[in-house]
């Protein structure tokens, strides 16, 4: 029986810018960082209290098929929209858009990591 989702993977260009940005700008807490073998790293990030890590790939681990940095179908719930986009756009972050009341009537947008790859953030009650 499956128990929960380990972990979502995202493709980046340098772990280590990869790591600074979601561990420093979003917070985050690095829970591994391991050899994989010809200079790969096996490294997975999570935001504090949640389970699910998000694996951050080495770019050359990806298969080809479409574009590796897009959209990540990953959504992040924060308490306080309008504070998380202003700090983050403070820090440099890159948004789609300003925050905005979706047609569901939750405040939401988009924002990119280092390398394009786009999370969605709605703020939860």
């Known amino acids: ?69 897009k959209s990540t179908g990953i959504t992040f719930a924060v308490e306080n929209i309008d504070g998380m986009y202003e700090t983050l756009l403070g820090q440099g972050v890159k948004f789609k858009d300003p925050v905005s009341v979706m047609p569901w009537g939750d405040k939401a947008t988009w924002f990119y990591d280092p390398d394009g790859n786009a999370f969605f953030i709605v703020e939860t009650p």
């Open 1 to 69: 029986m499956i128990t929960r989702i380990h972990s979502s993977a995202v493709y980046v260009s340098n772990q280590d810018a990869a790591i600074a940005f979601y561990v420093n700008t979003l917070g985050f807490k690095l829970v591994s960082d391991m050899p994989m073998g010809e200079g790969t790293r096996w490294v997975t990030v999570v935001p504090p209290g949640a389970a699910t890590e998000l694996a951050l790939l080495p770019i050359v681990w990806y298969d080809g098929q479409g574009d590796p940095h």
